[in-house]
Structures are given as structure tokens and as C-alpha cells.
């Protein structure tokens, strides 16, 4: 354990931005996970409707810098490809 004053509060700092980062990451999973699973039940309204609120969700994540821009893009990529697979 760290004796330093200005050390104990990154210490708290830190566990609190990674809190944060986890809230955020566990956000971007879950909406990923409606638009798979509506892709995957070939409801074409509801995975546009998923994938709105999910690139919505990874913008912002990237925004705040839990995800790099370039990850950010592939994700939204990736989902936005699945959706587009459904006839």
C-alpha cells in the first residue's frame, strides 16, 4: 500500500475511472449482443432498431476513450455488416 498522499489518490483515481471504463465496456457488449441476437432471429426491424442504439452506445464510448476511434469503427463495422446479411 502506498504511504504517499498524492499515490493513495491515484490509487482511488484509478479504481474509479476503471469502474467506469467497465460500466461503459459492459454497455457496448450488451448492445452488440440485441443486434447478434436479432440478426440471428432474421427480425430485420429490430436489428436496425439494436444497431442504432448500439453504434450510438460505441461513439460514445470512444468518445470518452474507452475504446480507441479505430476499434470503435471496426465494431460498428462489424454489426453494421451482420444487419445488412438479413433478406
Partial sequence: MANIK????????????????????SRVKTAM?????????GDKAAAQAALTSAVSEIEKAAS???YHQNTASRKVSRISKAVNTIA
Fill in 6 to 25: 498524492s499515490a493513495k489518490k491515484r490509487i482511488l483515481v484509478n479504481e474509479t475511472k476503471a469502474a467506469r471504463n467497465k460500466m461503459i465496456r
Fill in 33 to 41: 449482443k440485441k443486434v447478434d441476437a436479432a440478426v440471428a432471429a
Fill in 64 to 66: 470518452k476513450g474507452v
